[in-house]
């Protein structure tokens, strides 16, 4: 704690990257070498030749035969499919979520209760066990109807395979388990608000919804949003499972074509490339949001997306400078 | 300039803010033990005390942040919190708690500045979602009191960016954006590095000196002296002594009043 106060300038004598010292030499530090950095270089660059190599030289790739499957109409109608269940799976589970985690953390006993029951039910049991017992309820309720209790007159009856589809059945089995996951997520975001931020906006006469929608969820966002990315990430490709049930989604797609033609592992590595292309996709939006997310507020645009991906030159440039002076925090 | 100059009321001698034997405890310990505390339009009150003497609680109870298990409290003579129905007390719903609340600012420890809103969506965020005033109006409002507390070229930092100083500033300017007619401070200079706490024990002297009717929970003995109408000295859950600074702070007549004031260097 010697800092000399009185000459404030006393620190800029000693700028970095100053001319040799009297005997000549620089005394900029010269960082030491990652250790066995060669080594592990070329061993990798080994292992990647190899790898290049056999899929270039093997020919049960066969890719000629992936090229022609790659676009063909099927596979790009099934690709199209896992999109859609993606979305709205996990809309189904980012709403019902936020209302069972919002639950969860209620004052009311009963609803928190609740809460507990759904998540501890839809988390136990298995997704592929759920869309199975969705797309089979018929077995159990032949029709379905809203009606007074206790099997008194119904207003309102269908049949239960003409609502049951194997869509809804996917969208039922994997929504409302991904809801339960979601909630926790929710949760945890919540609870990592300081109380204080409720309290201070409270004091200022904001309504407790208004407090949760304007001050508490946009910032438990900056925790929600890294694992809502796994979960999306993880949807793409759990929504092979929905294959089971006979529909038609990427995986059911190349698997359509290869009980015909016996090409199994070009199709299938059609399917994984699609597969890759996606989540590499997602990855990217994921990375920018939590970039927006932990530094500004939460508004959306196009162009922002466009000046965050590195193609742009300037990508990284704070909407709002930080201060000139810099260290008065 | 949020002092306009209301005349007179008919009720003039009504104290603003009125607490009758306040009791409350967390289970078994009874943290506040029939406080009665009245503060006038005007008036600057600050507690003092050591920890755990029920004062930060006892400045919670005003604006509801703490619910009592007897007593009552009002502000302007509504009571907060809590109505008369056939002869009891009872809670009142969360609506008519915020509709009280608007006219009661509060400052925290911990500044608690809405990280993810600049300074400006800071202090314009209630105005605009609880008065419903219009945002061209309450810009223009928030600008004279960042002004006010000399920060109006901070006006689109995010809080991150200020100093602690400079957030508890913001904070107090987004307090009396709502134009209270009461404003509570919660220590609120304790979370500062020293150097930081004269900038904002000057913004409140110069709240003071304006009239504003403040209520500080101070570990700032030399501002309770400077600034303050009246001293109350509060230790286990009850007002031991209440007056001047010049009687409280200079001439304590209770000895535990005594024993707390001689740690601090005179």
Redesign the interface.
């Known amino acids: 704690m010697s800092i000399d106060t009185s000459r404030p300038g006393a620190r800029s004598e000693s700028p970095l990257g100053a001319a040799p010292t009297a005997a000549g030499r620089n005394d900029r530090i010269t960082p030491r070498p990652h250790p066995w950095g060669v080594v592990t270089w070329a061993i990798g660059l080994i292992l990647v030749a190899q790898l290049v190599y056999i899929l270039f030289t093997t020919p049960n790739f066969q890719w000629d035969v992936v090229g022609q499957w790659f676009l063909a109409g099927s596979v790009i109608k099934g690709l199209l499919t896992t999109l859609l269940l993606t979305v709205v799976c996990m809309a189904v589970g980012i709403v019902v979520g936020i209302v069972v985690a919002v639950l969860r953390l209620s004052r009311n006993r009963l609803l928190k209760a609740i809460a507990v029951a759904y998540i501890s039910f839809f988390r136990a049991i298995p997704v592929l066990v759920q869309l199975l017992f969705w797309y089979n309820l018929a077995a159990l309720f032949p029709t379905l109807s809203v009606g007074l209790p206790f099997g008194g007159p119904a207003f309102f009856s269908v049949h239960t395979n003409d609502v049951i589809t194997p869509f809804t059945a996917a969208i039922l089995g994997m929504g409302l388990s991904e809801a339960a996951f979601m909630a926790e997520i929710v949760r945890g975001g919540i609870l990592s608000v300081?109380p204080?931020?409720t309290?201070?906006?409270?004091?200022?006469?904001?309504?407790?919804p208004?407090t949760f929608f304007?001050?508490v969820l946009?910032?438990a966002m900056r925790f929600i949003i890294p694992p809502t990315g796994n979960q999306v990430i993880n949807m793409v490709k759990g929504t092979s499972l929905v294959s089971t049930i006979a529909m038609s989604e990427l995986l059911y797609s190349v698997e359509a074509v290869y009980q015909r033609t016996f090409e199994t592992i070009p199709l299938l590595i059609v399917a994984c490339l699609w597969y890759l292309i996606v989540t590499a996709v997602l990855f990217a939006g994921q990375t920018w949001i939590e970039a927006h997310f932990a530094q500004r507020?939460?508004s959306f645009s196009f162009r922002a997306f466009v000046g965050f991906l590195p193609i742009h030159p300037r990508a990284t440039r704070p909407r709002?400078p930080?201060?000139p002076t810099g260290g008065?925090? | 300039m949020s002092t306009e100059t209301v005349p007179a009321s008919t009720d003039v001698e009504e104290p603003l803010v009125v607490l009758r034997d306040i009791w409350k405890s967390y289970g078994e310990l009874t943290v506040l033990r029939g406080v009665d505390l009245d503060v006038r339009k005007g008036e600057v009150v600050t507690i003092i005390g050591p920890s755990g003497s029920g004062k930060t609680t006892l400045l919670r109870t005003i604006?509801h942040?703490e619910t009592v298990d007897r007593g009552t409290v009002s502000v302007g003579g509504r009571l907060v919190g809590y109505e008369w129905r056939r002869g009891r007390l009872h809670s009142t719903p969360?609506?008519e708690t915020?509709?009280i609340?608007?006219d009661?600012?509060?400052v925290?420890q911990?500044f608690?500045?809405?990280?993810?809103?600049?300074v400006l969506e800071n202090l314009i965020?209630?105005p605009r979602?609880?008065r419903r005033i219009p945002r061209a109006e309450a810009v223009a409002r928030a600008e004279g009191l960042l002004a006010r507390v000399g920060l109006l070229d901070k006006i689109?930092?995010?809080p991150?960016?200020?100093?602690g100083g400079q957030q508890q500033r913001v904070?107090i300017a987004?307090?009396l954006a709502?134009r209270p007619k009461v404003m509570l401070f919660d220590e609120p200079t304790s979370a500062l590095d020293p150097e930081l706490v004269g900038e904002v024990l000057a913004t409140m002297k110069d709240l003071a000196a304006d009239g504003t009717t403040m209520v500080v929970v101070t570990h700032e003995i030399a501002f309770a002296r400077e600034a303050a109408d009246r001293v109350v000295f509060m230790a286990g859950g009850v007002v031991v002594e209440s007056g001047t600074p010049a009687e409280v702070i200079d001439d304590p007549r209770e000895p535990r009043t005594r024993e707390f004031l001689s740690r601090f260097l005179r």
């Open positions: 300081p204080g931020q309290e201070a906006s409270i004091a200022l006469g904001l309504s407790r208004r304007r001050v946009p910032q507020r939460p709002v930080e201060p008065d925090v | 604006n942040m969360d609506r915020s509709r609340r608007r009661i600012g509060m925290f911990q608690n500045l809405f990280p993810h809103m600049t965020e209630a979602s609880v689109d930092a995010y991150r960016q200020l100093s904070a987004r307090a709502m």
